[in-house]
């Protein structure tokens, strides 16, 4: 976990222009350090929403120094706010209440050369990934609080799940359910209509979303489902059945959001490799195997949605027989990835890598590796003249020293771009999900909004 620092209350982006007497709808109205409007506009009542608490992980709730610290916020009455209209192909569900956007977002993202561009101009991709905002059941003012956090560094861009496959539904969000070897779309209150929610509060506040379609333990049920328990992972991959209905599910989730500019681009998946997270493979698995089904299915996304960009989601394996290091052995019968290969494939936009060097999965390999690994995807991405971001890192030990390398590389080798792994927020029930979160006035945090500005100033970014 990354060093937390003191506490340092940030400015809540409101939703209309602020009067100085009443604070407007979602706006902050107390809390430690607050000398802005403590009333509300007509229509909103000040509640306390956060008792806030910066901690190591384990979380001694509610306290920090012993003071219990309240956050307080604007919140609209049932009937106050009206819903989002959509430019999507689905409409938004008339019981939806998400807040009229304060940040215009416009047009599509776009590449030219190793860079996004947005209406001709550049656009920088920075930001965070949240991946629990629109699965863990949260409603609107945590969705809004989520998607500040973000924003308030300088981030553009949230990568986050459009996917959740789901046997026994249990409440909480999910997309998909399956019975026996049907798969059902979810397309209620806790389903994509939630996902219209998190569209638009992320909407509401500037930022982007860079959707993942799928994960590994989800193709297993795909698999599982449709096939039989234990079924090989990578028949995702090539059954004709199990394909057809991750199309089935594709096509619904992606022409829903097909003029929906919220959506910077599509993800085929969340890591995929030749072996599951439950399932074994079949033995003949192989990189053509993944390729040959990011080629189909990019291409399949492209038929129906020329609006928006996809990528891989991939871990950035490289293909180098020889090469000692795992993460470089994208030959190997688990992984099946290369990255250059798959990245000049003409339906995939950009490129994406992950760097976690003191993983396992990284061979054991040093701190000192990620550095490395930055360069090594920069000249791939220059090779392929097409954009690449680091859309997933972290590290425990050292972090500022090691994020301070991390940045000032990609800065400097024009890397398109970074999401942090991953974003925090406290929420109406606490903290969100600890996994190497990042909250808002630690170290780390602070050291995002700087870079954030620098891959701006850049870039020539107009945001």
Known sequence: MPRLASLVLLAVLVITSVSAQSQSFWGQCGGIGFTGPTTCVSGATCEVINEWCFCPIGYIRYKLNGILIRFFQCIPDASSVAPTSTVSTVSISSTTTVPSPTATVTGFVKTSGIKFTLNGKPFTVVGANAYWVGLMGYGVPDMMTAFRDIAATGGSVCRTNGFNEVTVPDGVAY?????????????????????DNVVAAAKANGIRLIVTLESTGGMDVYVNQILGQGQPHDFF????????????????????????????????????????????????????????????ISSFIKSIDPNHLVAVGDEGFFNEPG???????????????????????????????????ASDSYDGASQTFGAQWIQDHAAAMKASNKPVIME??????????????????????????????????????????????????????????????????????PQ
């Not at 026996?180 to 994509?192: C, E, M």
């Not at 030749?274 to 993944?290: A, D, E, F, P, R």
């Not at 992984?335 to 992950?354: E, K, P, Q, W, Y």
């Open 175 to 195: 997309y998909q359910s399956w019975s026996g070897s049907t798969p059902t779309i979810n397309t209620g209150a806790n389903g994509l209509q939630n996902f």
């Open 237 to 296: 991959y090539t059954n004709p059945t199990v394909i057809a209905a991750f199309k089935n599910y594709v096509k619904t989730f992606v022409t829903r959001y097909l003029n929906e500019p919220g959506i910077l681009a599509w993800e085929l998946a969340n890591e995929p490799r030749c072996l599951g997270t439950t399932n074994t493979g079949s033995g003949t698995c192989s990189i053509s195997t993944i390729s040959t089904w990011i080629q189909e």
């Open 323 to 357: 090469n000692p290091t795992f993460v470089y052995q994208g030959f190997q019968p688990s992984l099946g990835i290369d990255f250059a290969a798959n990245l000049n494939i003409s339906t995939v936009d950009f490129g994406t890598f992950h760097n976690y060097p």
């Open 392 to 461: 997933e890192f972290s590290v425990a030990e050292n972090t500022i020293a090691q994020y301070t390398n991390w940045y000032s590389i990609i800065e400097s080798t024009g890397m398109a771009g970074d999401l942090i792994w991953q974003s925090g927020s406290i929420l109406s029930n606490g903290p969100s999900d600890p996994n190497l979160a990042v909250y808002p006035g630690s170290d780390v945090y602070t050291l995002n909004t700087q870079h954030a500005a620098a891959l701006r100033a850049r870039d020539g970014d």
